[in-house]
């Protein structure tokens, strides 16, 4: 989110809504010299109960701090949504809250070490965060039109995508680089596989391990949280005999792309048109894959009935590409052509991704070990599943196309509006118009529609030419300027 002070009480209007305006003054009259965020939150209402965030009774956040289970929260919100924001910058930022809240007051008991504020973090609990995150995809779902649901039903997203972190000792033990790197000359990197909602883009829930962890196995460790007439779209990475039985039992339904080797082994049972719809059965595989215990595997039924559907995808100036999938939603009136549109739109999963990784900066996570790594990354969760909550508001409140609404705009529309909010302290009726003129803004802030656009995977402007790190830094001993002396440039080599 990038916000300057996201702990401010300003802020908590603009995302959660305002009280009455008696209400308001009636807190405002009250409000001891040093601010309590926890009675802020609940008066301006919020997405998920604020006693998650207050004093515990026992443990290690029983005690009365100056970093606080709320103060330390939205601080650690604020600095993995903000590029670059550093733990030095972080309790400046608190301490410039701590100031604005007690004007007359001295606040000279604030050191400006991190220590303290790095030992918070570690404290934050990590169940605290995963309530958060359920309750704002709960009131992400919940609010969800049901005329936006296919045929009725949820659609969910499946995919995987691959984060690094930085090369600690502590990181590498749990999540080791490639092996086909050289020590010291990568970074721990971990793979994580993501559901998320079609109709409301919420990321619902994640599972992560180390790279050795396949994606597929990630997975299967979220089959539990599925519910009971979802649609589950995924690519032929996650399309298996094992999964369909499995989710199937579990009362839901697919649409994968089938694999080419699942393709063969059907055979005859195939027409060799470029497009068809049979239904037949998918038989359980002769061996046993790796995956599956002995019992499991016995278990499972000899086949299951699903229905198979090709299409052509024709496009001006590319090859045509042939498209099969296979799903156990063998009623007629979900026609292919449905298929094939809820297919094409697997590809958003790829844009959230994008979202999160590159916008929100998750692409490389900052901390130095793995617990606390793992707070960062279900932070950038939370904080992404926070601007969502926001842009449903918007489309909620002018009527919008959520689906069209841009999360960048968002994204800087709540930053500069959570600032103006900030400087219009005591006036409730301006923040009260700042907030419509906000939601007014991200709702009219379409995407263009562009059909057919190609966007490769390439970048133009060109690095630096600095020398390549081909073993530990440690090692490289002193190296010549960037421009002389590249002995480890294949061009320069050759020459």
Partial sequence: MGLVTPFFKSFHPLLFGKPPVSAFKRAMA???????????????GSYFPAALLAKKPSGENRANRIFSLEVTFWAFLDQVSSPGCSCRETVRKIMAWRRFQN?????????????AYCQARARLPLDTIKDIHAHLVDRLVRNMPSKDLWHGRAVKLVDGTGISMPDTPRNQAVYPQSSSQKLGCGFPAMNLVGIFCLTSGALLKVAYGDRRTHETMLFKSLWHTLERGDVIVADRGYCSFGAIVNLVARGADVVMRLPAKAIRSLGAKLPRSESFEVLTLLHKPCGRPLTISSEDFAAMPNGVPVRVVRYSLSRHGFRTQSVTL????LDPAVTPEDLAAIYFRRWEIELHFREIKTLLKMDALRCLS???????????????NLIRCVMQKAALSHG????????????????????AAHAAERRPRTIDALIEEMLLAIAKDYIPRRPGRSEPRAIKRRPKNFHFLTKPRHEMGNLPHRNKGRSNDPKSARS
Avoid: W
């Fill in 326 to 329: 296979v799903t156990t939603l």
């Fill in 370 to 384: 793995p617990k606390m790594i793992e707070r960062e990354l279900l932070l950038h969760v939370v904080s992404y």
């Fill in 30 to 44: 009250n409000l001891p010299k040093v601010g309590s965020l926890a009675e802020l939150r609940q008066l301006f």
């Fill in 400 to 419: 919008s196309d959520l689906d069209r609404l841009s999360f960048k705009g968002c994204l800087d529309t709540v930053r500069h509006f959570a600032n």
């Fill in 103 to 115: 004007r007359r007051g001295k606040t000279g008991d604030m050191s400006g070490n991190t220590s």
